[in-house]
């Protein structure tokens, strides 16, 4: 089975912090995405990379950044948290080569931030 | 560009009647479609998919789709809802990149 982890289920963390979230997978797979999940909206990509060291923005990079320095693992780094960044989080994966190639999804982050 | 609509924000069944939900989508080609469920608290897991061949899908929990070219449609059915089927279902489509476009979801509330 494939398994997507991610380093906290649920984070609270203060305005101005630095926040990283972490996500692994296990299953060799080429392609990397971080969303953000609100009521409402549905998934919007923040993040997408799909190699190691190579990223692109989603539809709303501003305020995030990440980190792919590992295939299994990409980071999503708040550099200055803002309360409009309480969110649910998640990561997912996919192997590369064709769209086909469903999504694998973490069980998410659910940040607040104060 | 390519956008996937999900018209029904909630759907309320009773336990035991059947369900559908829809999904219509806007992409010139033909596109690859998914439906994932989120149960609460979880992440997303894969239903169904479709491409090509059929176009009666089977997934798992006992899901189908169908999907319809001329009317853009790709909706997901189930003949008898489970009350563990309560959960959220998001229709996605890709187009010809690695990156999908998901819907904004649908709610499914079963009543006893």
């Known amino acids: 089975d494939v398994k997507v982890t991610q380093s906290s289920r649920y984070l609270v963390k203060r305005t101005g912090e630095k926040v990283f979230l972490e996500c692994v997978q296990d299953m060799d797979h080429e392609n990397m995405f971080w969303y953000r999940q609100d009521p409402g909206l549905g998934l919007r990509l923040i993040y997408f990379?799909?190699?190691?060291?190579?990223?692109e923005k989603g539809d709303i990079p501003e305020g995030y950044s990440v980190s792919r320095e590992k295939k299994e693992r990409f980071s999503l780094i708040l550099e200055s948290a803002s309360t409009n960044q309480t969110s649910m989080y998640l990561c997912?994966?996919?192997?590369?080569?064709?769209?086909?190639?469903?999504?694998?999804f973490g069980p998410g982050t659910r940040l607040t931030v104060l | 560009a390519q956008s996937v609509t999900q018209p029904d924000i909630h759907i309320t069944v009773s336990e035991g009647a059947s369900l559908e939900l829809r999904c219509n989508y806007s992409y010139g080609a033909t596109p690859y479609l998914f439906w994932y469920v989120q149960s609460p608290g979880q992440g997303l897991q894969l239903l169904l998919k479709y491409f090509s061949g059929d176009t009666l899908v089977q997934g798992i929990k006992g899901f189908e789709a169908e999907f319809k070219r001329s009317q853009s449609s790709f909706n997901l059915r189930k003949p008898s809802v489970h009350w563990s089927d309560a959960a959220e279902y998001f229709c996605a489509l890709s187009g010809g990149s690695y990156i999908p476009t998901f819907g904004r979801g649908t709610s499914l509330i079963v009543h006893p």
């Open positions: 997912a994966s996919s192997l590369g080569g064709s769209p086909y190639n469903e999504q694998f």
């Open positions: 990379s799909y190699d190691v060291k190579m990223k």
